[in-house]
């Protein structure tokens, strides 16, 4: 059983482009969460989804930044229009149940020019 | 400031000594999880403790639940080297939704 895969693991992208993070949970999971990690600190819960349904993104912010877990394929985090402080390590776990372990994947880590 | 709060921030100690960390939060939760974090990687789980649990052990790992102080604590049993990292507790809670909360981490540093 894989763990949680993240891609790309690296991403570079110049103010004003957009970045698309994926995230593949582990098989089984139907539960999975994003979280945002600046250098030195803990991690910033972002959202909360379940299969085609967006249930907690009080973490995200308003503008620039959606998430979505379709039917089918991984999970995406996408920010429009990125600043310079997007910069940061973005993780994203899974878990089988909402009150179970939750397993992280490796993370992105994007850098914005 | 955050739901969980770990205590100390840093922590030195020498190979085969004991490292205690501490987490406090402030509402009621449904578990609380420790997790590992080595420098640019991802999080490792260690332990997840459910509210009407004490505590729990796995292999050198000790974690109790205090609900009443709402405090948790984790002990590294005669540590070693490869246990330097950073350690993060995370409270999960039903606030009208699921969510789960981290705090700013413990580093461990282990000296051979």
């Known amino acids: 059983n894989a763990g949680v895969m993240q891609n790309p693991r690296h991403l570079v992208r110049r103010r004003g482009q957009e970045a698309r993070l994926r995230c593949s949970p582990m098989?089984?999971?139907?539960?999975v969460y994003w979280y945002r990690q600046l250098p030195e600190e803990g991690l910033k819960f972002m959202v909360y989804l379940q299969k085609e349904n967006i249930i907690d993104e009080s973490g995200m912010p308003k503008e620039r930044f959606s998430a979505e877990f379709p039917k089918e394929g991984p999970s995406i985090l996408r920010i429009q229009q990125v600043v310079r402080g997007d910069s940061a390590a973005y993780f994203c776990?899974?878990?089988?149940?909402?009150?179970?372990?939750?397993?992280f994947g490796p993370g992105t880590r994007l850098t914005v020019l | 400031s955050q739901q969980g709060e770990e205590d100390p921030q840093a922590l030195s100690i020498q190979e085969g000594e004991n490292a205690t960390m501490n987490c406090s939060y402030k509402?009621?939760?449904?578990?609380l999880q420790w997790y590992r974090q080595n420098s640019g990687r991802g999080l490792v789980h260690l332990i997840l403790?459910?509210?009407?649990?004490r505590e729990k052990h796995s292999g050198r790992l000790r974690v109790t639940l205090d609900t009443s102080k709402k405090s948790s604590s984790l002990l590294i049993t005669a540590s070693r080297a490869a246990d330097t990292a950073s350690y993060f507790c995370a409270t999960g809670m039903n606030t009208g939704g699921f969510k789960t909360i981290f705090g700013a981490g413990t580093r461990l540093f282990v000296k051979a």
């Open positions: 098989k089984g999971h139907s539960h």
């Open positions: 509402t009621s939760i449904n578990n």
């Open positions: 403790i459910r509210s009407n649990e």
């Open positions: 776990a899974s878990s089988p149940k909402v009150t179970d372990t939750q397993y």
